[in-house]
């Protein structure tokens, strides 16, 4: 990131970068290991899971979600990566009820897997050591996709089309830290929130 480059080398006094990502790039065993985060924080964000307009795998994927924190098993994984302060998921949702025409459930049912578009940034989706693709929501997404009983599927997508990648069919859900809006919820099927991001300050 320019804004963690830039603080390292004394160019700027401090930035604003997301908390989540601060987790996964600054402090000790990273490339940043001498930036910190100073104070509580800024613009509160919650994250979800978006699928087409319309789409019936929403509700079933929020039973998954209540499911995995329920069992324990969204914290533990939240855990892994230092995010289980930040896990929401309590609000309330609709059941699932499979559409009657054009299941979005159906078709991904019956192909099996679930195409789930990722860009790579830690601690969300990024390869460790030995090239295997790791991180909270590569875990989440699992989890949740062993529930559902389909395989998880990553594809790597240009974040700036991901609107068109998934209405093309080209990817079943965006599944990667992605901010829920007022613009995305009337373009998008948003899953309940499952954590709450916000900005922070970096320093020396």
Do not use: H
């Amino acid at each position: 990131s320019t804004v963690l480059m830039e603080v390292k080398t004394g160019t700027a006094d401090a930035g604003l970068i997301d908390y989540v990502m601060s987790i996964g790039s600054i402090g000790e065993g990273t490339d940043y290991e001498n930036l910190i985060v100073t104070g509580d924080g800024y613009s509160p964000e919650n994250y979800g899971i978006a699928f087409r307009k319309g789409s019936d795998v929403t509700a079933k994927v929020n039973e998954a979600i209540a499911t995995l924190r329920d069992n324990g098993k969204l914290d533990q994984i939240a855990k892994n990566y230092k995010l289980d302060e930040l896990i929401t998921a309590n609000d309330t949702f609709e059941p699932f009820k499979q559409a009657e025409k054009d299941s979005d459930w159906e078709y991904i049912k019956n192909k099996g897997e679930l195409v789930i578009g990722i860009t790579y940034f830690a601690p969300m989706n990024y390869e460790n050591e030995n090239g295997e693709l790791v991180g909270f929501e590569t875990e989440f997404a699992k989890a949740v996709c062993e529930v559902l009983g389909v395989k998880a599927k990553f594809q790597e997508i240009n974040w700036s089309a991901k609107e068109t990648e998934l209405a093309a069919k080209n990817i079943d859900c965006i599944w990667n830290g992605m901010t829920i809006t007022d613009e995305r919820e009337e373009n998008m099927s948003i899953t309940i929130p499952y954590m709450q991001n916000k900005q922070v300050m970096i320093v020396k």
